[in-house]
């Protein structure tokens, strides 16, 4: 097979912080719940991949003043990312909204969290570090050791054109020879309404999420991400309004939720 027909073409991402006192009841709810009720079981939403960011990894966060997370950058402990078939997003977004509002009426919602960042995005493009990568389709069941997120706005006036062909000069010298194996980069789908309090994007056309595969700790190579939010500051195309270092849950366990804050 040389070109498999299974393709994501978007994503779902929900960024957020259980309340405290709660961590491990919600790490619960939505690990033995609402990560399959309210995801995986929809039609044409095939992988799903949760991550954690504990206080060490929050620390080493840019910018301090975040105009993706609130109060501050450290917001945010989870985050879940799923993929979606591409051409299947309108059918699978229909299931979803009827779903999330069957499961909060049946009482299988969870009021102790904060949700710092959920939105749906389109995938733009995938550069990788190898010949013969893993696919993208298959990043979230390969069990990478870290994830890096990278949430750039552009600057007024310059095109998405312009950012991407940044993205696309900077990234390979960047990657090359280095644990980062993958950069996917995704564009934001208009917000509408939903059942829990979601905090609205300010100006969606003007935001790319870009995601990195690690086949390390993302400790061990946090500073060349540092270098690529100064250098992207430096040419005046865009900034970088959140970036995080991720670590995969150990499903199963409640691995973590001790060292959140």
């Not at 003043?65 to 450290?74: C, F, G, I, Q």
């Not at 310059?158 to 564009?187: E, F, K, M, N, Q």
Request: aromatic content about 12%.
């Amino acid at each position: 097979m040389q070109d498999s027909p299974v393709k994501v073409g978007h994503m779902l991402l929900t960024m957020v912080d259980p309340h405290r006192g709660h961590e491990v009841a919600y790490n619960r709810w939505y690990e033995r719940d609402h990560f399959y009720a309210g995801c995986l079981v929809g039609p044409w939403l095939f992988a799903g991949r949760r991550w954690v960011a504990p206080r060490a990894l929050k620390a080493l966060r840019y910018p301090r003043e975040s105009a993706l997370a609130k109060p501050d950058v450290t917001a945010g402990s989870y985050v879940a990312i799923y993929w979606i078939h591409a051409d299947r997003f309108d059918e699978h977004r229909e299931w979803a909204g009827q779903q999330v509002r069957w499961l909060y009426q049946n009482g299988r919602g969870f009021a102790a969290r904060t949700h710092v960042h959920t939105l749906l995005y389109n995938l733009e493009w995938t550069l990788y570090r190898d010949a013969d990568p893993v696919p993208i389709e298959l990043a979230l069941d390969h069990g990478f050791a870290g994830m890096a997120m990278l949430a750039v706005r552009r600057a007024p006036g310059v095109s998405a054109a312009a950012v991407d062909a940044w993205w696309r000069a900077a990234l390979p010298p960047a990657i090359a020879g280095t644990p980062i194996a993958t950069c996917a980069s995704w564009s934001a789908v208009p917000q509408r309404g939903a059942p829990m309090d979601i905090p609205v994007v300010d100006e969606p056309e003007r935001l790319r999420m870009h995601l990195f595969f690690l086949d390390t700790d993302p400790l061990r190579t946090w500073h060349r991400f540092e270098t690529l939010g100064r250098e992207l500051a430096a040419s005046k195309l865009g900034e970088v309004v959140f970036a995080s270092p991720w670590l995969p849950t150990i499903v199963g366990t409640d691995t973590y939720t001790d060292e959140l804050w």
